[in-house]
């Protein structure tokens, strides 16, 4: 089945415990892209890439990193996180940025 | 970083009504796409968008890539229970071999009984 797999699903964790959450994708994509939903911001982009070893900003990149070393996996890291990256994680794939992506179902993350 | 306006940000309607949103930008898009949020799941693509003045259908559903390329807006007719949701609108753009995916702040639908 074509999917998009995060790990974990629910995460809460204390400030500055440094902390990943898993990406990974079975349909060849070349595309991938992090998001964080918030209310009444809708789901803004924090990291993309265009393929392996590319990867690049999007629009709320501060205390985020990511690494794309194979096309299927895309993790972001949170190396010190804090209580205002509370916030719920959805990441996609896609062959193009245009064209249809496909979601996650989605990491809640709560940090104290 | 730029977001997307969408107008509504919420909506109360009755089953069978029809529904308008819209989404408006100050830059110019080359492509307009269209995603429903049902709870608790990731946004699904309901209609993309690749030239302006576009009008596509899909289902009940109908958008438009307006214009200008500064905006788009989707319209579903004679809406269902299942039609709850977030809708959320996306613009797409190129800039030097960086393609740029940028969504908007969404509308809720909710449907009252």
């Known amino acids: 089945e074509a999917q998009v797999t995060q790990n974990p699903r629910y995460l809460i964790t204390v400030t500055g415990k440094k902390l990943t959450v898993t990406c990974s994708q079975n349909m060849n994509h070349e595309y991938m892209s992090w998001y964080r939903q918030d209310p009444g911001l809708g789901l803004r982009q924090i990291y993309y890439?265009?393929?392996?070893?590319?990867?690049d900003k999007g629009d709320v990149p501060e205390g985020y990193k990511v690494s794309r070393k194979e096309k299927r996996n895309f993790p972001l890291i949170l190396e010190s996180p804090s209580p205002n990256q509370t916030s719920l994680y959805f990441c996609?794939?896609?062959?193009?940025?245009?064209?249809?992506?496909?979601f996650g179902p989605g990491t809640r993350l709560t940090v104290l | 970083g730029q977001q997307l306006n969408q107008n509504p940000q919420s909506m109360f309607i009755q089953e069978g009504e029809d529904v308008s949103m819209n989404c408006t930008s100050s830059s110019i898009f080359n492509t307009w796409l269209w995603y429903k949020q049902d709870p608790g799941e990731g946004p699904v693509l309901l209609i993309a968008l690749y030239k302006a003045g576009e009008l596509t259908s899909n289902g009940r559903l109908t958008a438009q890539f307006g214009i200008t390329r500064k905006d788009s807006f989707l319209n579903i007719s004679a809406s269902i229970p299942s039609d709850v949701g977030i809708y959320f609108c996306a613009g797409f753009v190129s800039n030097f071999g960086n393609e740029k995916l940028t969504f908007g702040t969404g509308t809720r639908l909710t449907i009252i009984p």
């Open positions: 996609a794939s896609s062959f193009r940025a245009y064209n249809e992506q496909f």
């Open positions: 890439s265009m393929n392996v070893e590319v990867t």
